[in-house]
């Protein structure tokens, strides 16, 4: 199927929950998110406890090889690191500035407790998830095949380990992954663009949004990635620039909580 067809497809799909404001999109991804958490996870452990004596090994030649042998020569130890990071923060948005805008419309009363569910995000998506991902890899081996990198990988990592059913389980998931991010990211568009030009605006948003879906889907992954990645860049700046200087407020804020936490547990209640 050609690329551009795909992309028509994609446009439909978003654009019927997308046009339906953060309501709907909470309640389609909020479906969606634990059924391909949920079975890849369960997939990844299967891989891992098939191959169970192989882990100790694994965890060593991933961190040696790290700062030694192939990565530590010429100076690759630094672009390894850019590397993660750029993929660790297209993971898990964590100082990007997008993720606050999902836990803002949280409806809470504390602040600081949203915070502090925010804050598992990072854990459990880059540290958890992630690294069942690498040790799928190395476990299978197919990590020294070359000609492959980021999903191939994985993808005949779970083929190598789950023959016939592997690949086709991980398309589920990326293709949860992909649709729930197109939801995601929607919405932060719209507030953002709401906020600079009034709120009438939005589905004008919405409809250039969903345009530049088509520019996706026929576009190299070089590109998009490329694009990705300097979007983030740029993000960052004002972001974490933002985050130092409130800082301060930010631990009167959690300092006031913990207190009130505390006096709370003494008497045997909870914060409302």
Known sequence: MPNFIIGLVIVLMVSLVIFGGIRRIGKVAGRMVPLMVGLYVACAMLILLMHLSDIPASLWLIFTDAFTGQAAMGGLVGLMIIQGVKRAVFSNEAGIGTAPMMHGAAKTKEPVREGLVAMLGPFLDTI???????????????????????????????????????????VVCIFIFAIT???????????????????????????????????????????????IDAMYALMSIPTILSAVLLSPKVRQA??????????????????S
């Open 128 to 170: 958890v998830v992630c690294s069942m991902t690498a040790l799928v890899i190395v476990v299978t081996g197919v990590w020294q095949d070359k000609s492959a990198n980021g999903v191939t990988l994985t993808a005949r990592a779970f083929e190598q380990a789950l023959p016939g059913v592997g690949a086709y389980i991980l």
């Open 181 to 227: 991010t197109l939801f995601s990211y929607s919405y932060y568009g719209v507030k953002c663009f709401g906020f600079l030009f009034g709120a009438r605006y939005q589905d004008t948003y919405n409809i250039l949004y969903v345009a530049s879906i088509i520019f996706g889907a026929v576009a190299s992954l070089e590109a998009a990635v490329s694009l």
């Open 254 to 271: 959690a300092l006031d909580y913990f207190r009130r936490h505390k006096a709370h547990k003494n008497k045997g209640t909870a914060i």
